[in-house]
């Protein structure tokens, strides 16, 4: 059974940095490429990064791009997001997703919410 | 970036009945490699977004054949029929052929 479990979420000012991580487990996870997709309260569905099977290809959304960065550890079977310089907008439940040019898996999101 | 375009907003349907949503994108969907990938997810109520649809028209695993997709470009449908009460939710529509990859806002389907 495919499953991904999202920590790392929580409570931070703006312009602090946060790294979520997303392990992976029911899947050859060094075969296949992760996102990791954000939803504003009430909103709907962001795509903020991709990241290749093998690490070597990263895509970001301009909404994130300099500040977020995606990255992953196979022989760890984890998939990171290290963000900086957070906003109030960035304020969102951040899901990782499996596959390339879909998600097929979800895991079931970690909030994060920037806040004074 | 491609923008897409879902209709209607909301939906009321009474179970057993048949829906139809539309997705439509500002640019062709059609990847260089020939595929097109615009899937369906359904989010239901305080839990995360699941696939119902792949490239277009494929039931992911385990989806229900009362679910289909179709379309084909830039403009999608998905048809939910002898609609139960599980498929209540938000349906988003999603491509996966350019970056960034981009969603429709989503239709909310309810009972009437």
Known sequence: EVQLVESGGGLVKPGSSLKLSCVASGFTFSSYGM??????????LEWIALIYYDSSNKYYADSVKGRFTISRDNSKNTLYLEMNSLRSEDTAMYYCAKGHYGYHYWGQGVMVTVSS | DVVMTQTPVSLSVSLGGQVSISCRSSQSLVHNNGNTYLSWYLQKPGQSPQLLIYKVSNRFSGISDRFSGSGSGTDFTLKISRVEPDDLGVYYCGQ??????????????ELK
């Open chain 2, 96 to 109: 996966g052929t350019q970056y960034p990859n981009t969603f429709g806002a989503g239709t909310k389907l």
């Open chain 1, 35 to 44: 996102h990791w997709i954000r939803q504003a309260p009430k909103k709907g």
